[in-house]
């Protein structure tokens, strides 16, 4: 899908990958939507690539508040006029013993990584069916098709992600309406608190910065790709997960004793 003329609305745009992307798209020509619940941290990217030429309207909102989705869409479609692509990348993330996470937590992470980008999607699709184009990217990542100790809420929400993706590109095959899911791996952003950084520096875990990470999810929009797991050899490690998970169990099991003083330092 070409990207220079397109009108594109970003979630979590200010963030590590969300902000990378918008730079990206900016430079591409792309007029950008772009969403955050932080007005100052928003404003202030906003400013940043206006000035360097690009062509930015903001909305400040919570997604995890219900009914927030659908009024931001509206407000993109009323401030743009038509919304050409959707890019769901605002993201939360609860790191530890799921027996110590809080139902609390546990559902804003549901709602901000799952709920939300459906919402979305809900609310942007009747005017891209009527336009008969489109196209749908939902950021999710390489533990939404691993199940990763200490990370058991996360890796659900983008198990969900990554079901809803595949299940509803199948649904729109033929209306003009694409779906891509893009899967990083480990990023280097504010995202990933200390204890999840100093925890993967621990396990050796293959880091990505986020500049590449947006590289790769603009690619893979531009030529219509479906799904991309970002990363080698986590793409295998997916592969073989999806057929022999009992193969995969013993090395992730190992991997707990690892992460336990990571894990419960918030407890502590």
Known sequence: MKISGSTILITGASGGIGGAIARQLARRGASLVLINRDRAKLEAFAAELRASGGTVMTLVGDLATPGEPARLVQDALDQAGSIDILINCAGTQNFGFFADESAADMARLFNV?????IAMVNAVLPHMLEKGKGKIVNLGSIFGSIGFPCFATYSASKFALRGFSEALRRELAGTGVGVTYVAPRFTRTPFNRSAVTRMADALKMNQDEPDSVAASVIATIERGGRERYLGWPEKLFVRINSILPRLVDPSLI?????????????TR
């Open 254 to 266: 190992k991997q707990v004793d690892l992460m336990r003083p990571f894990a419960t330092e918030s």
């Open 113 to 117: 990584n799952t709920i939300a980008p």
